[in-house]
């Protein structure tokens, strides 16, 4: 019994958390209903789920930290919820993704990261309209792939890109599987309570072990404990305790240790190292981790230290070779939480880190293999070799391992680019077949039988013997290399090409497959676009793209293969959308075709922001700041939280705000802005409506007069008298008798005077005119609660958004059904929508299924689907936006919100751009803009609001940052449409007449512009070089025309200041 006394080396292995600052922060997860571990790690990279939905992947390097944010690059491939995701163990950029989507897609990661997002796969499986729960690699085998999906297990062979095996003998979903470590067979784990060995290569049924496992069809997990017989699942008894079980397979039907945990309603993740026998039990919602010690007699399972500490979203094992082993650190778990991963790094205290600690690191598996998917599925077995993780055994000493990551990016849609031609099979050592030499076809017969894949990129090694240029025979026969050989060549390849000049033009030899100066598809596709956008391009892309394009590489024809110097462009090769250059004038033109077409495209675009490359928005660092002190309207109590979603609960205009108060009676407060400060304790003198307050709102003409809804279908009007309110009153000035049932919302015409909206309960919209108190129009076709409702800018139509997830568009004078209907958010807590782009285009907010607030742009004209769709975060209030048509900026926040969000909405894509966000000292109850005419343009002010807070009201300017803020920013500050006064009367309009707002300019007097000191450029020419290198007649005009501009203002003075500088004498200096 002495064996029970033996103290275990890693018994004592301590959790060690780093500061906030060495984790990834500020990242957005959410809680997904999968199978998976929503994270996974090689040892170079990190991926795990984003934002809520979960359908995006983020790729972070693994030793990368500090805050992150929500535009940073993304895998977007999945249409849905990601639901597991594996890294290759043999190559550390391969990572397969499943998702509810029914596909399987395999990715490759750039060994500097993502760089920017993609969205196209290398590779793409399916499942057949059933939604894939798990994949995962082969442990032995090299390109060899499982996933499952309902009661399917499928192998697919990467290389070839195709299914080599599928059985669908389970009966239920299968909710886990786990290799062995030789790769023999897999252990599944399902939800008719059984768990089963399964062996893919057997004749008959695969099948070979079933047992009745934990009985709650509640989750369970299975992992084989390395290369034992054994294999450990966790999931749930009939009484819904938490167990882990141990089986041993050749007594399969009988645990051979059950352990009851507890009653927690967390997923268990085991996460088990074969090193150190040490498994990591992780669950989903739990805010502990626990470690327990494997051994292979009683008692089994010993527990070690526990970690406690944020709460669990997903857990995977960092690879050993990517540990601290310095630092005696034998394993790392990555914790993903909802904003933060979390590298616990698990320490066997010793008395000296100097030394490597030869005891606590066997050899462990390797990452290089010889076998691959054909050899495997054939019968073959071969154990991955091992490797030792000491520093004074490694090729490189104490640096980390160097990972390998695969292919460089390529295409998957090119014609002659496929996925088993750039993981291409390299030659065995000491066979006559070899790399292809200087001249030799790329498109030509792969290397004979005798040859396996390695997965790593066939590279043309170039001779300067001209013996060795023949066709390998006698004196031309080359050394074949190794496959370190090939990974140093790889490498080097891959740093002279990240050296090069980024942006530079290259000819189409240099795009070739395999060729030392093309690195990646962000390269080709910015020379791609250099050559083929028109001289005009009137469709530029967003400054912000959300996802990558395909790569617009057209595929070369064999003739132009064979002649492998050449710098011909044939014109059939490039769309005809091309740029014309004379074939003579090719290397003349080389060099400066990228300035010259950037100036092309400044010139010739007119809009707010240009391509992806170019400039961007003129408001992307808009700032917001709240006034001083001495503006606030301060000491506010009593405000009413019981307002209605429809409503936006606090409304301002440039005179006065009102502000609901709770208690009975429906109360509604007025402050004159006029008289800041401190409100005096007391009775606060209010508006007394007698019912619940629904809505209210001011009238945009008449800063007098306030419209409020209440409960009981009554509308009524109240004028306030100058200076404000000084007693409570109860007597309005109007009363309109709308609906029989409660109102949700008002909306007054923005064009003409006394024409109200209302929509109640009935799910009618009528409109009213207020000066004979008479009802005109009624919009039906709402079949359920209607959210929002906006007049177009034009005052002629009008969209509402229902919670039966359908937006509608109006001509209430025409017709009282809608003209248009598309689909709208689908979540059903609220909705907000309003006009853009001078009544073009239509902006929906709302949720997503997930709860998930979102953002969308539809086209006016076509309502089937949005444009686009940008998701923030999870939180209950609505957000309410309000639009600024001149800058086209978009701020949306909701009640309770610290964060005013920013956004430009274009008429190209991405069609929403992400601004400068303004973040709030506090929470802020409501939030209420002001026309433009109350803007202090002088200090480039372009929006001004009032903030409701719980208990101050507070000025909030959004102003531009400007250099010569004392001149009139006329670009950002165009002829401003006329909304403060009436166009036209309510008579007119009802009577079908319609008149454009007259536009006025908001240049205040005496203030010189900004275009009027500045030059007007020439028309932009084709630049003719004299010689190949030098500047063009452009770029040199251009230089002095910018010279002469800058003497002109800055004043000539030769006097230095040190001048008028009293010094020390002589004297002074000798001593």
């Not at 079949?783 to 359908?806: E, H, M, R």
Request: hydrophobic letters at 35%; one cysteine or more.
């Amino acid at each position: 019994m002495a064996w029970r006394f033996k103290a275990s080396k890693y018994k004592n292995a301590a959790p060690i958390v780093p500061k906030a600052e060495a984790c990834v922060r500020e990242i957005c997860v959410g809680s997904y209903q999968t199978y998976g571990n929503n994270i996974a790690a090689s040892a170079a990279f990190m991926a795990f789920n984003w934002e809520h939905s979960g359908s995006s992947v983020a790729v972070l390097p693994l030793d990368d930290c500090g805050r992150k944010s929500k535009t940073m690059p993304l895998l977007h491939g999945h249409t849905d919820t990601v639901t597991d995701l594996k890294f290759s163990p043999f190559h550390d950029g391969l990572l397969a993704t499943a998702s509810q989507d029914c596909l399987v897609k395999i990715w490759h990661i750039p060994e500097k990261g993502l760089e920017q997002s993609l969205s196209d796969p290398e590779a793409v499986f399916s499942h057949k309209q059933r939604r894939v729960e798990t994949v995962g690699f082969h442990p032995t085998a090299d390109g060899l792939m499982y996933s499952t999906a309902a009661g399917c297990v499928a192998l697919f062979d990467i290389a070839a890109q195709k299914e080599i095996f599928s059985n669908n003998e389970h009966p239920e979903v299968i909710q886990s599987a786990s290799w062995r470590e030789d790769g023999t067979v897999l252990a599944t784990s399902c939800k008719d309570k059984c768990v089963r060995i399964f062996d893919p290569r057997a004749a008959g049924s695969p099948i070979q072990m079933v047992a009745e496992s934990h009985q709650s069809i509640k989750d369970s997990r299975v992992v084989w404990l390395g290369n034992q017989s054994r294999i450990l699942t966790t999931g749930f008894d009939a009484a819904r305790l938490r167990q882990v079980i141990i089986r041993d397979i050749r007594n399969f039907n009988t645990p051979e240790k059950t352990l009851e945990l507890d009653c927690s309603t967390g997923i268990l993740m085991p996460l088990f190292d074969p090193d150190t026998n040490m498994l990591f039990l992780a669950g989903k919602g739990d805010t502990t981790i626990n470690y327990l010690e494997i051994t292979d007699k009683d008692p089994y399972l010993i527990e070690g230290l526990r970690h406690t500490g944020e709460q669990t979203k997903g857990a995977c094992l960092v690879p050993k070779r990517a540990l601290k082993v310095m630092e005696a650190e034998v394993n790392r778990v990555l914790q993903l939480t909802s904003n933060m991963v979390i590298p616990i790094m698990y320490q066997v205290p010793r008395k000296t880190y100097r030394d490597f600690h030869a005891d606590l690191y066997p050899e462990t598996t390797g990452y290089k293999t010889e076998l691959i998917a054909s050899e495997w599925l054939n019968g073959t077995n071969q154990a991955v070799p091992k490797m030792n993780l000491d520093p004074a055994k490694r090729e490189h000493g104490d640096e980390p391992i160097i990972p390998r990551l695969g292919p460089k990016p390529f295409s998957s849609n090119t014609g002659d680019v496929s996925f088993d031609k750039v993981f291409a099979v390299p030659v065995a050592p000491g066979s006559h077949e070899n790399i292809s030499t200087v001249g030799q076809d790329n498109c030509g017969d792969a290397p004979a039988g005798g040859s396996k894949p390695d997965l790593i990129v066939e590279i043309e090694i170039q001779k300067n013997e001209p013996n060795v240029a023949g066709n390998g025979n006698g004196n031309g026969v080359q050394k074949s290399l190794t496959t370190s050989e090939r990974r140093k060549i790889f490498e080097q390849n891959s740093e002279s090409s990240e050296n090069s000049t980024e942006g530079e033009d290259r000819t189409d030899a240099d795009l070739r497959r395999f060729s030392a100066v093309r690195s990646s598809i962000a390269e080709r596709r910015r020379v791609y676009e250099s050559r083929s956008k028109s001289q005009v391009d009137e469709k530029a892309q967003s400054p912000v793209p959300l996802r990558r394009e395909s790569s617009k590489v057209e595929p070369l024809k064999p003739s132009q293969q064979l002649g492998g110097n050449s710098n011909v462009i044939p014109a059939s090769g490039i769309e005809n959308k091309r740029i014309s250059v004379p074939e003579g004038k090719l290397l003349e033109e080389h060099r400066g075709k990228k300035s010259a077409m950037e100036a092309a495209f400044s010139a010739a675009s007119i809009k707010r922001t240009s391509t992806v490359f170019g400039k961007v928005s003129k408001f992307r660092h808009l700032k917001g700041t709240p006034g001083h002190k001495s503006t606030h309207i301060e000491n506010l109590r009593n405000l009413s939280r019981q307002i209605p979603g429809e409503c936006n609960g606090f409304h301002a205009n440039h005179e006065r705000v009102a502000v609901p108060l709770a208690g009975p009676g429906g109360k509604i407060a007025i402050f004159e802005l006029s008289r800041p400060g401190r409100l005096p304790d007391g009775v606060i003198p209010s508006l007394v409506n007698g019912s619940n307050i629904m809505d209210f709102q001011w009238d945009p003409f008449d800063a007098q007069r306030l419209a409020v809804a209440c409960d009981d279908g009554i509308v009524k009007l109240w004028r306030i008298d100058e200076g404000g309110l000084t007693e409570p009153t109860n007597e309005p000035q109007g009363e309109l008798t709308a609906h029989l049932d409660k109102i949700y919302f008002i909306r007054f015409h923005p064009l003409a005077a006394d024409v109200l909206l209302t929509a109640s309960y009935d799910m009618t919209i009528k409109i009213w005119d207020l000066r004979t108190m008479t009802e005109k129009c009624t919009l039906t076709g709402h079949t359920d609660q209607i959210f929002d409702f906006a007049w177009s800018p034009c005052g002629k139509l009008g969209a509402s958004v229902c919670k039966d997830g359908k937006i509608r568009v109006y001509n209430p004078r025409k017709s009282e059904t809608p003209i248009r209907e598309g689909n709208g958010p689908v979540g059903t807590r609220g909705a907000r929508i309003t006009w853009a782009l001078e009544g073009h285009y239509i902006v929906c907010t709302g949720f997503d299924k997930v709860s998930e607030r979102q953002i969308s742009v539809y086209n006016a004209q076509k309502l089937s689907a949005p444009l686009n769709t940008v998701r923030l975060d999870v939180s209950p209030s609505i957000l309410i936006p309000f639009y600024d048509e001149d800058s086209s900026t978009l701020f949306v926040t909701g009640k309770g919100d610290s964060t005013i969000y920013c956004y430009e909405i274009t008429d190209e894509e991405s069609y929403i751009c992400p601004l400068s966000h303004h973040r709030c000292s506090s929470l802020h109850q409501g939030l209420s803009f002001l026309t433009k005419n109350h803007c202090d343009v002088a200090s480039v002010e372009f929006c001004k609001a009032y903030r409701l807070t719980n208990t101050t009201i507070e000025p909030l300017s959004f102003t531009v940052p400007r250099i010569k803020s004392e001149l009139f920013q006329d670009d950002l500050f165009p002829p401003t449409r006329v909304t403060w006064l009436a166009t036209l009367s309510a008579e007119d309009w009802f009577a079908g007449n319609d008149k454009s707002a007259p536009k006025v300019s908001l240049k205040p007097e005496g203030m010189d512009t900004l275009s009027s000191i500045q030059q007007v450029p020439a028309p932009v020419k084709k630049p003719e070089h004299t010689q190949f290198g030098n500047k063009s007649e452009y770029e040199t005009n251009k230089q002095q025309e910018i010279q002469k501009s800058v003497s002109a203002r800055m004043e000539y003075n030769t006097k230095l200041e040190q001048d008028d500088m009293e010094g020390v004498d002589e004297n002074e200096w000798q001593e």
